[in-house]
């Protein structure tokens, strides 16, 4: 099989806190795998280590062939749970920054998103709330043509309308070469476009397996399984 | 790189430029008050006040330098510490590229202010005190002959080496505190850490250049021993230090200058260590 992501035996360590513990994960290309699980459970742990902004305290994990680095980042869109853009900077820089930084970021796509998602490139990053934030973060994210999409909580904190519009956009937005990685507790609003779940449970893989199978496996829906898991 | 340095100076410009601001106004009302001041006949009022215009000068400077120094710290701080570090360190830049590029950013600031202090203090005396701009500037460049001779040179090029050892040791400090320690309450260690490195570099350095007593006399380029060094007209304070390490010796009237080497090059030496390592500790061991 051919994998874009390889974790292997991977474990980070604060302190006396083991926030992943002996993690063993391949990612296949060209699917939308959904991490899932409690807040406190790894996941944006295991993020953070796949954009390269944690390090592993044991473990190996390779994208596309290659250890975290310059490499993996130019190729990783990475969608944090937080507000990341530089304060002073309004849209239109933002998208221009995006541009002069990354080969594969269309600027036109950036702009057609922009419309769709209903924001003005003249506004300023710092004036913006936290649904219109999410949003661009959201465009600027899935305007690269990117390897792998990092998306960790994409809809937590927003209303429902900029829900349903993030959702819509990343469902089409979506490219099927790409490989794109989604953590959320929020399971209902995403279950239906994860191919592929891994449930994280006190930093360890409770279970790793296709949605569908799962869902006839359990005869039920991943969010009912998510509340049995974790209930 | 340059990418990112024109991002930095976009982020930047606008706080320098407020500096530069409140430079213009400053200076212009302290050239006025030095203009008054000369138009009127009271010497004895005159040599009273001078010194006072000449200390708020200095401490104007002194401030602006200071607000820029802290605010180009800060803005270093605030990648490792706030959430704008998702940014800057999910690109697919080196650690090199971007405390370079910081570092250049910085440095093209504390220029810019500089020249604008300068510059902009001899064109508004020009302006205010004088019709005859061509013969004050004539002026203007003889004096900066007069002043410019090997030992000011060697004094400000040790000058600006050890301001660019600082600034990137400040870089490193920061660096190391974040990677040590991830609770920002404790972050201000840094300031700690850096008053030991200091320290401790300080006394290498020193014990090096006592140790290799190697000293280039610039005027030739030639590496010769304390002890072949020609001291006979060396001026007084370096004829005391001179067997204690001293990184510079002067003669009487400064035209001749000894740099010790070796310690220039551990200078060299430690600021690229610090440089690399920073880069080194960003790109392989920062976790957000």
Redesign the interface.
């Known amino acids: 099989m051919d994998y874009i992501i390889e974790i292997k035996e991977l474990s980070k360590q604060?302190f006396n806190k083991k926030a992943l513990n002996n993690i063993s994960i391949n990612i296949e290309k060209g699917k939308i795998i959904g991490i899932l699980g409690p807040n406190g459970s790894g996941k944006t742990t295991l993020i953070?280590i796949i954009?390269?902004?944690?390090?592993q305290s044991k473990g190996e994990i390779k994208i596309d062939g290659k250890t975290p680095?310059?490499?993996t980042?130019?190729i990783?869109s990475?969608l944090?749970d937080?507000?990341?853009?530089?304060?002073?900077m309004n849209i239109k820089?933002a998208i221009a920054?995006y541009k002069?930084?990354?080969k594969d970021f269309d600027e036109k796509k950036a702009y057609e998103l922009l419309d769709f998602m209903k924001l003005n490139s003249k506004s300023k990053i710092s004036s913006l709330s936290k649904g219109m934030t999410e949003k661009l973060n959201l465009a600027l994210v899935l305007s690269r043509k990117a390897k792998v999409y990092v998306l960790d909580e994409p809809i937590a904190g927003v209303d429902p309308v900029a829900r349903d519009q993030i959702l819509n956009a990343i469902i089409e937005n979506y490219n099927k070469d790409s490989t794109m990685i989604i953590t959320t507790h929020l399971v209902r609003d995403m279950e239906s476009i994860f191919e592929d779940i891994i449930f994280l449970k006190e930093g360890e893989v409770f279970l790793a397996r296709n949605a569908e199978e799962l869902r006839e496996e359990r005869k039920m829906q991943i969010d009912d399984l998510y509340k049995e898991i974790f209930g | 790189m340059g990418k990112y340095i024109k991002y930095e100076i976009k982020g930047s410009y606008k706080f320098i430029l407020g500096i530069i601001t409140i430079l213009l106004v400053a200076f212009s009302l302290i050239q006025m008050n030095i203009y008054k001041l000369s138009q009127q006949s009271n010497a004895v009022q005159n040599l009273k006040v001078t010194p006072f215009i000449t200390g708020i000068s200095g401490l104007v400077v002194f401030g602006a330098f200071l607000t820029a120094f802290f605010y180009i710290i800060g803005s270093f701080r605030k990648e490792l510490y706030e959430n704008r570090g998702y940014l800057t360190f999910t690109l697919p830049l080196t650690g090199n590229q971007i405390v370079g590029a910081k570092f250049i950013v910085a440095m093209m600031w504390f220029i810019i202010l500089g020249l604008f202090v300068v510059v902009y203090n001899l064109l508004l005396g020009s302006i205010i005190f004088s019709n005859d701009w061509i013969a004050n500037m004539k002026d203007i460049i003889q004096l900066l002959r007069e002043i410019l001779n090997q030992g000011t040179i060697a004094l400000g090029v040790l000058g600006i080496l050890s301001s660019i050892m600082t600034l990137i040791l400040i870089y490193f400090s920061i660096t190391v505190s974040r990677v040590s320690i991830r609770n920002k309450k404790l972050g201000s260690l840094w300031f700690v850490l850096f008053l030991i490195l200091n320290g401790v570099i300080a006394y290498v350095i020193l014990k090096i250049n006592t140790i290799f007593p190697y000293y280039m006399d610039i005027n030739v380029f030639e590496i010769s021993h304390i002890d072949n060094v020609n001291l006979d007209n060396v001026n007084f304070v370096s004829q005391t230090v001179k067997n204690m390490g001293s990184p510079i010796l002067l003669n009487d009237n400064c035209c001749n200058a000894y740099i010790n080497i070796t310690g220039l090059i551990t200078k060299i030496l430690i600021t690229i260590g610090s440089f690399l390592g920073t880069g080194y500790l960003i790109e392989n061991k920062i976790d957000l």
């Open positions: 604060y953070k954009t390269g902004i944690l390090r680095g310059v490499y980042k130019s990783v990475y944090p937080r507000n990341f853009l530089y304060p002073w820089d920054f002069d930084f990354y």
